[in-house]
């Protein structure tokens, strides 16, 4: 099965700065395996987030957040259509 990414669920790109001997150990790590520096920065993102999250976040918006409802970001307004970005290859993009 192919997903199909739209707007609502098209994948973010964030700019990341990393010391060199974390870069070069995520580099051999993605070499040796055959997969992307990709997957795995989105693991341990996955990972450590709700780590971070619980030990910052008021409860309350935990709590919303580890209900599946992701509360506004304060100051910012929520985002209508989003325009494509560089990497938009069209509506039938498969990732």
Sequence with gaps: MILRRTNANKLKVVAVRLDPAIEHRL?????????????????????GLGA???????????????AGQ???VPG???????APDLFDTGPAAAI
């Design 76 to 82: 910012e307004e929520p985002a209508a259509e989003a």
């Design 27 to 47: 580099r051999l790590l993605a070499s040796v395996t055959g997969r992307k520096q990709s997957v795995f920065l989105q693991q341990i993102i996955d990972d």
């Design 52 to 66: 971070i999250e619980e030990a910052h976040l008021p409860p309350q918006m935990l709590a919303q957040i580890q």
């Design 70 to 72: 992701l509360p506004p």
